[in-house]
C-alpha cells in the first residue's frame, strides 16, 4: 500500500504531463481509446466520488468562518468564466458547436486539481477546497441555467437533462463519498492516498476518449479551439487575482481566487457535452484539461516566488 501511495503521489505531481502524453497520443492513435467514450460519464462519478471522500466537515466551517471570501469565490466562478466565454465565441464568431463547448466549460464549477496548484502556489487551501465543494454543490442548479441563459443562441439546451445529468454524475457520487467516509471512519485514508491515481487516471482516459472521438474535427479546428481555450483560461487567471486585490484579500488568498475562477471542472464539460451535444462540443473540455494543468503548473511557479505587501515570503 505504501509503494501504492508513492505512485499515486508522483502521477498526482506530473498530472498535466499525462494528460498531455495521452491527448497526444488519441490523436495518432484515435482507434485506441474510441471504446473509452462509453466510460466518460462513470469515470467522472469515480472522480466526484473521490472528492465526496476526502471532503471534511472544517470544509464546511471555512465557509461559515470566512463566508464572505467563500462567497466571493463562488461568485467569481459562475460570473467570469461564463461571461468570458460568451464574449470570445461572440468576438471570434465560431461555429455552433465549438461555442456550446466553451460556454459549456465556462459554466462549470471549478476543478479539485485547483485545490494542489493552490498548495504548490502558497495560496490558501483551505478557502479553495470550500469553493471547490460550494460551486460543486451548487453545479446541479447553477450550471445547466447558466448553460440554457448563455448557449441557446448556438444550439438548443434542454435544462432538465443537463441538471438530472450532473445531479447523476455529480452529487449522489459525492453524496456516496460523504456516507461512506462517515461510515469508514478514519480507516477511510487508506483509500484516500491512493485517489490522486484513479483521479488523474479517469481524467486521462475521459480527454484521450473525447480526443478520439473527435480527432477529424481537431484536425480542422483545432488550433482555433486551442487558441480560445487559452485566452479563455488565461483571462480567468487574471481577472480572478485582479478581483481578490479590488476586494482587499491578502495575497494567499488573490492567488487562490486566481487559480479558483481560471481552473475548471472540464472532466465534467467533456461529459455533459459528449451526453447532450456532440463530440466535437466536447473539444474544448477536453483541451482545456490539458491546458489548464500545464498553466497551473507554470502560474504556481511563478506564484510561489511572489512576496506580500509587507515584503515577506509566503
Not at 492513435?29 to 466510460?39: C, E, H, I, K, R
Not at 448557449?151 to 461512506?180: C, D, E, H, K, R
Not at 472532466?267 to 498553466?295: C, D, I, Q, R
Request: proline share 5%; charged share 10%; aromatic share 8%.
Amino acid at each position: 500500500m505504501r509503494a501504492l501511495a508513492a505512485l499515486s503521489r508522483f502521477v498526482g505531481n506530473t498530472f498535466a504531463l499525462w494528460v498531455l502524453l495521452f491527448a497526444v497520443l488519441a490523436f495518432f492513435q484515435p482507434s485506441w481509446f474510441l471504446p473509452a467514450t462509453a466510460w466518460i460519464v462513470p469515470l467522472l462519478g469515480l472522480i466526484m466520488f473521490g472528492m465526496g471522500l476526502t471532503l471534511k466537515a472544517a470544509d464546511f466551517a471555512e465557509v461559515a468562518r470566512r463566508p464572505l471570501w467563500v462567497a466571493l469565490g463562488v461568485g467569481s466562478q459562475f460570473l467570469i468564466m461564463p461571461a468570458l466565454a460568451w464574449v470570445l465565441c461572440q468576438l471570434l464568431g465560431l461555429p455552433a458547436e465549438i461555442a456550446v463547448g466553451v460556454i459549456l466549460v465556462g459554466c462549470c464549477p471549478g476543478g479539485t486539481a485547483s485545490n494542489v496548484i493552490a498548495w504548490f502556489s502558497r495560496g490558501d487551501v483551505a478557502l479553495s477546497v470550500a469553493i471547490t465543494a460550494v460551486t460543486t454543490l451548487l453545479a446541479p442548479l447553477v450550471t445547466p441555467a447558466l448553460i440554457w441563459l448563455l448557449a441557446s443562441a448556438w444550439l438548443p439546451v434542454n435544462f432538465g437533462a443537463l441538471f438530472m445529468s450532473i445531479l447523476q454524475i455529480v452529487l449522489l457520487p459525492i453524496a456516496l463519498g460523504l456516507i461512506v467516509r462517515r461510515v469508514l471512519g478514519d480507516r477511510v485514508h487508506h483509500v484516500v492516498d491512493i485517489l490522486p491515481l484513479v483521479s488523474v487516471t479517469s481524467i486521462v482516459i475521459i480527454v484521450a476518449a473525447v480526443v478520439a472521438a473527435s480527432q477529424a474535427k481537431i484536425a480542422e479546428s483545432g488550433l482555433l479551439i486551442m487558441a480560445v481555450v487559452v485566452l479563455h483560461n488565461s483571462l480567468g487567471l487574471g481577472i480572478g487575482y485582479l478581483v481578490g486585490r479590488l476586494f482587499g484579500l491578502p495575497l494567499a488568498q488573490r492567488k487562490t481566487l486566481s487559480i479558483e475562477v481560471g481552473m475548471q471542472n472540464s472532466g465534467l464539460g467533456a461529459a455533459l457535452a459528449s451526453a447532450h451535444f456532440s463530440p466535437l462540443a466536447a473539444v474544448p473540455s477536453a483541451l482545456f484539461s490539458v491546458w489548464h494543468n500545464l498553466s497551473g503548473a507554470l502560474l504556481a511557479t511563478f506564484y510561489r516566488r511572489m512576496k506580500d505587501d509587507d515584503q515577506t515570503t509566503r
